[in-house]
């Protein structure tokens, strides 16, 4: 089922999530929901918070669906080591029209359970890392547009303003 994107600055996005602790077919519903929802905004990667649920659960897709093997699932995420740095631009299905360059680590290794419970670690680099940074900041109640400066911030805040003022939001 397609869900709606939930869009800023709904409360829901900027609060830290709670563990998922159930891992039951209520838990696989809500992912195949996400893809979903994901795949219908023609985004990259989509947390629980963007549509309105609370829980520290991500999924990613760099192929767009083209491969079924690159569909990623964390649960309770964590970043354990990071390293190198790249500058490129950022977009968030949250935040629409709004782009920015923002600075992630290069090289990461996150940790983070399965469907089923079970815990793995994954190595992720470029795209992918940005991608997992992105979606874990998600998680913490954190928004791309705090990691810019806060003249960057605050053009895009008001450009949002008048996107909203007019309808447009």
Request: aromatic letters at 6%.
């Amino acid at each position: 089922m397609i869900r709606s994107i939930v869009k800023y600055p709904d409360p829901i996005l900027q609060r830290p999530t709670e563990l998922v602790t159930e891992f039951n077919e209520e838990l696989r519903t809500l992912v195949d929901d996400m893809f979903e929802s994901m795949y219908a905004a023609k985004g990259i990667g989509l947390a629980a918070p963007q549509i309105g649920v609370g829980k520290r659960l991500t999924v990613v897709d760099l192929s767009n669906q083209e491969n079924p093997d690159e569909k990623i699932v964390l649960i309770n995420p964590e970043v354990l080591e990071s390293e190198g740095r790249q500058y490129d631009e950022e977009g968030c299905l949250s935040l629409p029209e709004i782009r920015e360059k923002v600075v992630r680590a290069a090289k990461v290794k996150v940790k983070a359970q399965n469907l089923d419970g079970e815990w793995f670690e994954m190595d992720a680099e470029e795209l992918l890392a940005r991608a997992f940074l992105h979606e874990i900041d998600h998680l913490d109640g954190v928004l791309f547009i705090y990691r810019v400066s806060g003249l960057k911030r605050d053009l895009a805040l008001r450009k949002i303003r008048k996107m909203q003022r007019n309808g447009e939001w």
